[in-house]
């Protein structure tokens, strides 16, 4: 069974930027179209940058031009560059496939608050 472990989720104030890291325990990026979902307090999950397995991006309207998602395929590592955030960023984030085929990691915890 394929492990997600997500991090590099803070505290940030709205502007900043953090990097999102999602650690695979199996070379799967080249197999399955990766994502990287979110949940907000009371909201359901959804799905805010995709890449597939072939490496085409793209993104929720929320997030374009503002996050980057990007790979490692020797590192089994999926990566999230968020940019200009905003407090609406504010929300626990997951990677997993598009559909979320694996089971779902803790996540990691995003705050954009002054």
């Known amino acids: 069974q394929v492990q997600l472990v997500e991090s590099g989720g803070g505290l940030v104030q709205p502007g900043g930027s953090l990097r999102l890291s999602c650690a695979a325990s199996?070379?799967?990026?080249?197999?399955?179209?990766m994502g990287w979902y979110r949940q907000a307090p009371g909201k359901q999950r959804e799905l805010v940058a995709g890449?597939?397995?072939?490496?085409?991006?793209n993104y929720a309207d929320s997030v374009k031009g503002r996050f980057t998602i990007s790979r490692d395929n020797a590192k089994n590592t999926v990566y999230l560059q968020m940019n200009s955030l905003k407090p609406e960023d504010t929300a626990v984030y997951y990677c997993?496939?598009?559909?979320?085929?694996?089971?779902w990691g803790q996540g990691t915890q995003v705050a954009v608050s002054w």
């Open positions: 890449m597939s397995s072939r490496g085409s991006t």
């Open positions: 997993n496939a598009i559909p979320g085929y694996f089971a």
């Open positions: 199996g070379s799967i990026f080249t197999i399955y179209d």
